[in-house]
């Protein structure tokens, strides 16, 4: 049985995946971001910058039901160098400079 989110550490690069479509939920539920930064960009940092693989409370998301008594299993203890998140929106890569 594989967790989610998945960390994996290969010759020292961290890489995450998430399965939970967390940029169409992050959008609906978005009120504001930088001026002229892409809506993408705002959720990366905004995931990173909360700890969190889900940073929505309550989830919107009937397809994706999370138990809040687990919180603690899908805080961010290390920033990965590569993310992979699945997604309904068109594919897209960043560069986030995140210290």
Not at 39 to 57: A, G, T
Not at 69 to 91: G, R, T
Request: hydrophobic content about 40%.
């Amino acid at each position: 049985m594989i967790s989610n989110p998945q960390q994996i550490l290969a010759n020292g690069v961290s890489i995450t995946a998430l399965n939970a479509d967390i940029f169409s939920d992050m959008e609906s539920a978005m009120i504001s971001r930088s001026k002229g930064e892409s809506i993408q960009n705002s959720i990366v940092q905004s995931i990173l910058e909360q700890r969190s693989w889900y940073p929505i409370f309550p989830s919107p998301s009937a397809d994706f039901p999370i138990d809040y008594k687990y919180e603690e299993h899908f805080s961010i203890q290390e920033i990965p160098d590569i993310l992979l998140v699945s997604s309904s929106q068109a594919c897209f890569a960043y560069v986030i400079n995140h210290g």
